[in-house]
């Protein structure tokens, strides 16, 4: 049993949550993704680390109430015990000899881009961070972002905070003022990401976007989590998270994450009403 | 006198009717009364070709003699000594390909039914058994298991009884390996699994699950922190997809993702978590046991059924009593068939599969007649899901990240005969070498590396 050494709220529908978890926390890094399961009848979530803190043998994840099961989660505290706890599965984000990068992340998407945007900035790397989120109130780690990045350019739909306007449109910015980019790496909905690889492949920048498709065992046996790169299959366990994004076929992404929203929304609404605001602004 | 009866007992079985709606088990076990005189028709032979045939060399006409005499638990101590999985290998064996295959009984009628014989006294003794094995005393030398499938945990079961400290790493939440996420519950309950499992843990075995060797620790770090032996027991690893248009439509699954919704995750339970989307028209892609699971779990979701292979009945590699099986259940076969496109709605739905017609042409490599396209052959089959059920490739977790163990072209582990890698102290054996096969195989390699490594730690 894995216990939560602390949770708290980040916005109304994303929790953080540091859970004990030793032998993982000394071998996670940016990029990688845990495998958890809420209870016995549970299923298995994959969820991208968030941070880790070998010391304390902790690690951390962060979640959006979306469905059941990130529900179900949402309801345990302080003190209770996650039933499985596995990892840290797929590749780890590359960073080696990057000079200047722009770390692009949406929504709940912010929580894995940070590690990865605070492992370059630990290694010396100009860090322009581009957030974007609906509104005010969903705003997360902007502390966390600032500390880690050389500019942060927040950006959201209604203008509440930082700029108004999308991502691409700060990214576009940017790159039109003569910022130069070792590589743009994009974190967050696929709609997101699919449009900061199409801006970037306009300009000819290579960009790293981290994929997260349903699966099972996170470690190759199931096929479930496979997706098109480049017009070969590839499993996003294993061969990822991270890839291309010039080579992504986002379109057939989105339609395989949709794949059991109905049967997840269901379970979900048979349980819960209250988050629904908030699960519309970033499902 | 032996009973001359040139026919098998019959095994009570649920009737297909019944069964193709349920996932409780299809073959019910011989009674005690069936057993005798099932076990009567052995000859007790002297030399006892039965045994040349089992990949762990039960001592078969003496077991078999226990039952005669109604002492059934000796008849179970005689199989433990061969061993660890007795109720299971008695469900899953290909008997008719090994021990059964070279039963005298077999030149003039059906032979012996060994597999049932082995699963009737294993029964019969997981019926009783209130008490587990006592833990043996340690040797004081650890060994490291990576995976906890039939092969790991027959190594596992051996070296325990020798006084090895073993300690089994498992990915899953849930130890078992193939047995647990890939048989059906109705082939092979999973509380026979749970049962066999607790009896090694009773012996001292260590099962560390959600531990992904490679990734949370690696075989390097595995000898660091004492382990003076690892054995490699992954299994069989990624699953093949056939690179035809449409296989990434929704309601594409392989075989084990299919099959693992349904047995680890329990999918078909209404308190289960983890979905899975009805179908109405299924077609099984491929002619394995695997192909058989998925087709029989397909059905008893309730959809009809449909088997897509690409060449004849007879050379189907399925066993044929799952061949049977499934026929009984109600599941079609469409044979010399190949599917060439999957076809989808506006919303990458599965809603149709093209396939060509094939013919037999020349044997080919492996001495199986190649199947060619049969011109103008092309058709529909009006499906809303489709399981590809064609083989998988060796998973690469381990192979990158232990420097110095060589693998083939394929990427499977190469080993002598014995289960020894191109490492020192590093032992395979199972699916990860051989690609996909049998429990039994993957049992017999683990048997096998058991006593290497016992002989490889004792001579350091």
């Known amino acids: 049993m894995f216990k939560i050494v602390k949770k708290e709220s980040l916005n109304p529908t994303v929790t953080r949550m540091w859970i004990e978890a030793p032998r993982v926390a000394k071998k996670a890094q940016a990029g990688q993704f845990i495998i958890l399961r809420v209870d016995e009848q549970g299923e298995r979530m994959p969820l991208t680390v968030a941070d880790c803190d070998p010391t304390a043998g902790t690690v951390s994840v962060i979640f959006q109430i979306v469905g059941a099961t990130t529900q179900k989660l949402n309801a345990l505290n302080e003190g209770d015990c996650l039933q499985d ?34 492992k370059l900035y630990g290694q010396g790397c100009e860090v322009h961070a581009i957030v974007g989120f609906r509104n005010r109130d969903l705003v997360i780690l902007e502390e966390a972002f600032r500390a880690v990045s050389h500019r942060y350019e927040l950006m959201s739909d209604d203008g509440s905070a930082g700029k108004k306007g999308l991502v691409t449109d700060a ?55 496979r997706l098109s790169v480049g017009g070969e299959v590839k499993f ?30 269901h379970a979900y609404e048979d349980t819960c009403n209250l988050l629904k605001k908030g699960d519309e602004a970033h499902g | 006198m032996a009973n001359m009866s040139p026919k098998k007992a019959v095994m009570p079985h649920q009737p297909a009717e019944v069964r193709n709606k349920n996932f409780d088990e299809v073959a019910l076990g011989y009674t005690a009364q069936i057993a005798k005189e099932e076990a009567e028709r052995c000859l007790d032979c002297r030399h006892k070709p039965c045994v040349d045939g089992c990949p762990v060399r039960i001592d078969i006409p003496r077991f078999i003699k226990q039952i005669r005499e109604g002492d059934e638990e000796r008849a179970y101590r005689i199989l433990s000594l061969s ?70 945990l027959s190594c596992a079961g051996d070296l325990a009884r020798m006084g090895y400290e073993v300690t089994i790493f498992e990915a899953l939440h849930t130890p078992g390996g193939v047995l647990v996420y890939g048989i059906p519950e109705f082939r092979l309950p999973k509380a026979i699994v749970e049962k066999e499992i607790k009896g090694l843990t009773a012996l001292g075995v260590k099962i560390e699950t959600n531990s992904v060797v490679g990734k949370l620790i690696s075989v390097d770090e595995l000898f660091e922190e004492g382990f003076e032996a690892v054995y490699i027991a992954t299994g069989a690893g990624l699953p093949r997809f056939m690179n035809i248009p449409g296989e990434n439509l929704k309601g594409v699954y392989s075989a084990n993702e299919f099959l693992t919704r349904i047995n680890l995750m329990k999918a078909y339970l209404p308190d289960s978590d983890t979905p899975l989307r009805p179908a109405k028209h299924v077609a099984v892609v491929g002619g394995g046991n695997v192909a058989m699971d998925a087709a029989r779990c397909a059905k008893r979701l309730g959809a009809e059924v449909t088997v897509v292979y690409r060449r004849g009945l007879e050379e189907m590699p399925a066993r044929k009593e799952e061949i049977d099986h499934a026929m009984e259940e109600g599941i ?105 096969a049998t429990v039994i195989l993957a049992m017999g390699a683990g048997k096998t590396a058991a006593a290497a490594i016992h002989e490889y730690i004792q001579s350091k």
Not at chain 2, 117 to 134: G, S, T
Not at chain 2, 389 to 412: E, Q
Request: proline content about 6%.
């Open chain 1, 236 to 265: 996003a366990c294993v061969d990822g998270p991270e890839f291309d994004g010039h080579l992504v076929d986002f379109d057939e992404a989105m339609e395989r994450a949709a794949m059991y929203r109905d049967t997840e929304r």
């Open chain 1, 85 to 118: 706890f596995v990892g840290p599965l797929g590749r780890a984000t590359e960073t080696e000899g990057l000079k200047k990068v722009a770390v692009v992340g949406g929504g709940v998407g912010c929580a894995i881009a940070y590690p990865v945007a605070k």
């Open chain 2, 332 to 436: 079609v076969f469409k044979t010399l068939c190949n599917p060439t496109e999957i076809l989808g709605d506006e919303h990458k739905n599965v809603m149709g599969m093209t396939c060509v017609e094939m013919e037999l042409g020349q044997p080919d490599e492996s001495g199986r007649r190649r199947p060619v396209v049969k011109e103008g052959s092309e058709f529909t089959l009006e499906v809303d899901a489709v399981i590809m059920s064609i083989g998988t490739s060796p998973n690469p977790l381990i192979r990158t990240t232990t420097p110095g163990l060589d693998t083939d072209r394929r990427g499977c582990i190469i080993t002598d005969r014995r289960g020894q890698t191109s490492r020192e102290g590093v032992f395979a054996g199972g699916d990860a070498v051989s690609g996909a």
């Open chain 2, 83 to 152: 061993t660890s999985l007795p109720a299971v290998c008695g469900r899953v064996c290909p008997q008719e390909s090994q021990c059964e295959q070279r039963c005298v009984r077999g030149l003039k009628g059906e032979p012996v039914a060994i597999g049932r014989l082995e699963r009737y006294v294993a029964d019969r003794h997981n019926e009783k058994a209130k008490v587990w094995p006592d833990p043996i005393a340690s040797n004081g030398h650890k060994v490291a298991i990576i995976g906890s499938g039939p092969s790991g």
């Open chain 1, 171 to 225: 990214l576009k910015a940017l790159i039109e003022s003569g910022e130069q980019y070792d590589e743009v790496i994009a974190i967050g909905p696929l709609i997101m990401m699919k449009f900061v690889s199409a801006l970037t492949k306009e300009y000819g920048i290579k960009t790293i976007v981290s994929m997260n498709p349903v699966m099972i065992d996170g470690t190759g046996m199931c096929g479930g989590c």
